[in-house]
């Protein structure tokens, strides 16, 4: 990718996360809860809005401890997913490898980035095109939970496909 | 993005004639701390006020004093004999030391010091050490001159020159520590490269909070920083000149994700993790650009790659075995050696640089550990153990490791700690704020 398109897919990136994920670069990857305006999102009740994608489909999948495997539960979401790309052409997505506190800062942002790269495999088995795919590993840098405890654990060990406007190959 | 002030600073140091004896007796042996001694006592030392012989000094000379014991007794080598204990009173430099009255309050070592300020703003610090119970000074008397604004480097110069002659090896005080600045909530931390003496004073910014930074290293002179940034949305290795402040990222190919960069030994190469395709290997290229060299190709995890103070081999982490253990290769790449084989998982190997010991990070049963072993993985010895401790980092010295400590829960943040080689003196090195991830400058010149 020349400077320029990367330039540019970010710019598309940070454009789209300002209105469909006000707090992506503030609280962690922006799956907290509020401050989503629906408007630019469009309806969850709307099947091609990136907010059907994101909450009525389900943006994210979870991991094991130390795994990029992905689970049964994982992959029936993730072929929702892979659906919902291949209807609507006009998104691309930036997939978020996320990993729990449990580990070391360099080893995390390695197993964010095979959870993430995981999903990016399955999405394009199921015909996705590459081209539309990123990957960014957060290590453990961005947890959404913060008690130290499985329970925030298990959500923290995260992969989340972020849908970006498309148009950029 | 803040300017910094030129690090380096000239400071003339020459040698002092020997002060007047007032008496000289001699006893069995040198005054000197073995630190592979593995039960060392703190040496009891007397460290009364230096003489400002300037009447504009005298702050100076108060806040010189306060550096240096804090360094000395920081080590946990030394113990303060309470100066209102003295019976003898230093008024002038060059008066006769009258070693009994320093041996009745069973004092080793005496430190006598002075301070002096011209118009030109020019300050001027003596000092001598005295062996007090062989009734001799230790060592010639220095003098270091150079800008006032320098005093607490000349501070840390006085206390590397006594730590070195009573120990017999070099100091670690006139360092320097690059590391994170972090604030904000754990779900929403920002974070700054910064700059700061060893001991946590004069703390300074390099970058601002704009996108997250992670893990900065320090060049073999301390001229550049590498680390690395999400300036683009994407983990990437970055090279920051010290004295501007300025960073350049590293060219590297499309679609790749890199972190975790050291310099080699001479400052030319970096090692660094790569990920291409969601796999990360170990890569070599020239800081200055050019050609990369792989140097693992496995489906594993391999990262945290450091050099060898020679130069030679290359210590890392990989996960090929299944679980995170260290591993040694040649600098070329090729066969890798493993080391570590105890209980739990090993990561963040740094070598020391004195060569002898491999520091690293250990989890087991939930609790992480910073460690050492030697290069062949003999010898393992775990120096601490909480709930989150990682990333250490050697005293220029190799005597010294300082490493990060997160604490537990919702609201639990990161500090920096410091741990001797023995186990010995954790200490929270005192900074405002939350922190991580040091890396410590070789000794300034």
Redesign the interface.
Known sequence: ?THLK?AAL?VA?LAVSACTNP?RF???DGG?PGGIESAELGSPGDPTSPAYFQQTIGDRVLFAVDE?TLSPEARSILSEQAIWLLDNRDYNAVIEGHAD???????N???G??R???V??FLIAQGVSPDRL?????GK????????AESCYAKNRRAVTVITAGGIS | MKKLAALSVILTCLALLAAPVAQAQERSGPLRIILDNPTIEPMPVALPQFIAETPNARDYAESISRVIASDLIGTGLFREIPRNSFIQQVTSFDSPVQYADWRAINSQALLTGAVSLDSSGRLVLKFRLFDVFAGKQLGEGLQFGGPATSWRRMAHKVADAVYARITGETGYFDSRVVFVAESG?????RKRIAIMDYDGANVQYLTDASS?V??PRFSPNGDRILY?SYD????QVTVLDVSNARGRQLDMP??T?S??PRFSPDGRTIVF?L?E????DIFRMDVNGGSMARLTSTPA?E??PSFSPDGRQIVF?S?RSGS?QLYIMPVGGGEAKRISFGQGRY??PVWSPRGDLIAF?K?NN?RFHIGVMRTDGSGERLLTAS??D??PTWSPNGRVIMFTR?S???D?APALYSVDISGRNLRRVPIDGAAS?PSWSPLLP
Request: include cysteine.
């Open positions: 990718m990367k970010l990136l707090d503030g609280n962690g907290g990029s506190e449990q580990g070391t800062r360099e080893y942002l390695a197993l980035a095979r993430a790269s995981a990016q495999q990123q990957t960014v590993t957060y840098e961005r947890p959404l939970e913060v008690c130290s | 909530p754990k779900n929403n931390r997250i992670i893990a690395t683009t949305g994407f983990p499309a679609k994700m972190f975790a993790s990920t395709g969601g796999n990360t995890i990262t945290a982490e996960d995170q990561g963040t990070t989890q939930g709930f989150l990682e990333g997160e537990q829960g919702a639990g991830d």
